[in-house]
Structures are given as C-alpha cells and as structure tokens.
C-alpha cells in the first residue's frame, strides 16, 4: 500500500483532529506569495551550528559521481534503494566473491535480503529508505528516526570515542563532530552479512562508513557516505545522497511484520 494510498484510508477512517498527518510545520521560512521558501539559509541551533532537524526524504533521482576532490559532479539517474553504487564510474569495486554474490542475489529477485525478512536496514542503507525519515539534533546528540519497523539511530556529539570492541549492532555506533558546517559522522560495529541496496552488495563487520552531513539550505540535505570495507570492496568509495526536507506531515509507523504475507512468495528463481 502505498503512503498516499495510507494516508487517504486514515483520513477517511478517523476524525480530523484525531491524526497529525497535515499539522504544519512550524518555522517555515515564505517567500512574498505565503509560499515555503526551501532555498532559505539553513536554519541553525543557539551555538550557531547548522540544525538538521526536520523531516526528510531521499531524492530518488539525485546522486553524484565519486568526489575526490570536493567538486562532485551530478546526474540524474535511479534511485540508490536499488544499487548504493548508482553514479560511481565502472559501479562498486567489489572483491571476486562479493561480485559473485551480488550476480547470484540478483538471480534470486533479492529473496535473501535481510528487508525481505524484515530486518532492520542498517547504516548507511537506512538513508535511502523510501519511508520518511526523521532528524532530532539537540546538544550533543543527533538521533534519527525512521518509519520502517519504527526504529531509531544515536549519533553522539559529546565527545566520546568509539566503543574499541563493539556488540556488533544493526545501525553500528556513531559518533560525531563538526567541521565547520558539515557534521562528519564516523560509524563502526556494525552487523556481518547486511545488504546496501536490493542488488545485493554487501556490507561486512569490517565496515567503517563515514558520512558528511551537510544542510545546503533549508529544503535540501547532502550526505556524503564513505564506505571502507575490505572485505567486500577493493578500495574506499564515496557517493553522495541528496534527501529533501518534508513539511506538514508526520512519521507514521510502518511495522514489516504485522500482517505480513510475502514470505511464502520468496523463492526466487
């Protein structure tokens, strides 16, 4: 069922008070005509750091090229769901086995993916989730809360290191400073044998991502994730995910199990 497909059904089957779905969005910088000016200044916390906080989206049509340097050039192509390697020249520079086994996922219509199951997402998959997304930015703490199975992600701005020898966990840990005006956030610890997208490229306990938050203006937020894993990927690689910024509505939860009626179908081929 689709969001707008939930939100009609909603509305129509509880009172109009009684759902947050269409509450506005407070602070909202107008242009003249009354309408929301998304390319405002960045709104920014009482230390004069930029603030993330909002409701977000990723745009299913906007990633870059790899960024050596810091001029990333865009295109337009498909949503990174499908393949986080989307805009790299050549794709992911996967290890022999890791392209193995992204071909044979593949084959199998992605029937083994963990969000098949409904596991959560993990790092950094959980950005380009087409739910909605939440971002809460307070002194020394970003947390980020997400529809599917309503779950949530800690990223700690306190000043702590990271845990030496983590529980391997399904979003890792995350800590982060700022660097100016971009938050660079260094996550480890994560899960072995998760999914980046429904290709099937996979992510291992050896995984470091490091992502680079940046709000551009008020309407657009730029991610750039890092990913080191040498065991699935012969080198570094960086791509750059763009989410927008989503007003007058609300998270609605999204819970993979309840009613669910897939599994029996997931056979592959």
Same mark, same amino acid.
């Given at each position: 069922?689709?969001?707008?497909?939930?939100?009609?059904?909603?509305?129509?089957?509880?009172?109009?008070?009684?759902?947050?779905?269409? #509450?506005? @969005?407070?602070?909202?910088?107008?242009? !003249?005509?009354?309408?929301?000016?998304?390319?405002?200044?960045?709104?920014?916390?009482?230390?004069?750091?930029?603030?993330?906080?909002?409701?977000?989206?990723?745009?299913?049509?906007? +990633?870059? $090229?790899?960024?050596? @340097?810091?001029?990333?050039?865009?295109?337009?192509?498909?949503?990174?769901?499908?393949?986080?390697?989307?805009?790299? !020249?050549?794709?992911?520079? #996967?290890?022999?086995?890791?392209?193995?086994?992204?071909?044979?996922?593949?084959?199998?219509?992605?029937?083994?993916?963990? =969000?098949?199951?409904?596991?959560?997402?993990?790092?950094?998959?959980?950005?380009?989730?087409?739910?909605?997304?939440?971002?809460?930015?307070?002194?020394?703490?970003?947390?980020?809360?997400?529809? $599917?199975?309503?779950?949530?992600?800690?990223?700690?701005?306190?000043?702590?290191?990271?845990?030496?020898?983590?529980?391997?966990?399904?979003?890792? #840990?995350? @800590?982060?400073?700022?660097?100016?005006?971009?938050?660079? +956030?260094? =996550?480890?610890?994560?899960?072995?044998?998760?999914?980046?997208?429904?290709?099937?490229?996979?992510?291992?306990?050896? !995984?470091?991502?490091?992502?680079?938050? $940046?709000?551009?203006? #008020?309407?657009?937020?730029?991610?750039?994730? @890092?990913?080191?894993?040498?065991? !699935?990927?012969?080198?570094?690689?960086?791509?750059? +995910?763009?989410?927008?910024?989503?007003?007058?509505?609300?998270?609605?939860?999204?819970?993979?199990?309840?009613?669910?009626?897939?599994?029996?179908?997931?056979?592959?081929?």
């Amino acid at each position: 069922m689709t969001k707008s497909v939930i939100v009609a059904v909603i509305a129509i089957s509880a009172p109009l008070g009684a759902q947050w779905l269409k #509450y506005p @969005t407070a602070g909202v910088p107008k242009k !003249a005509s009354g309408q929301a000016n998304l390319d405002a200044p960045a709104p920014r916390t009482a230390d004069g750091k930029p603030d993330l906080s909002g409701m977000w989206e990723a745009d299913p049509a906007r +990633v870059s $090229r790899p960024c050596p @340097t810091n001029n990333c050039e865009e295109l337009r192509t498909s949503n990174l769901w499908l393949d986080f390697g989307q805009g790299l !020249a050549g794709g992911l520079p #996967y290890q022999p086995w890791a392209a193995d086994a992204v071909k044979q996922r593949k084959l199998e219509n992605g029937k083994d993916d963990p =969000t098949s199951w409904c596991l959560p997402l993990g790092v950094p998959r959980l950005l380009v989730d087409p739910e909605y997304r939440k971002i809460v930015q307070v002194p020394g703490l970003v947390v980020i809360l997400t529809e $599917r199975n309503a779950s949530y992600r800690q990223i700690f701005t306190d000043g702590r290191p990271l845990p030496e020898d983590p529980q391997p966990s399904w979003n890792g #840990y995350s @800590t982060g400073k700022w660097e100016g005006d971009t938050l660079v +956030v260094q =996550t480890a610890g994560l899960r072995d044998g998760m999914w980046l997208d429904r290709s099937g490229s996979p992510l291992t306990d050896a !995984a470091k991502i490091t992502e680079r938050f $940046r709000r551009v203006n #008020y309407g657009n937020l730029e991610i750039d994730v @890092t990913v080191n894993d040498p065991k !699935a990927y012969t080198m570094p690689w960086t791509v750059k +995910v763009h989410e927008s910024v989503v007003l007058n509505t609300e998270l609605m939860d999204y819970i993979c199990n309840e009613n669910e009626k897939d599994l029996k179908h997931l056979v592959g081929k």
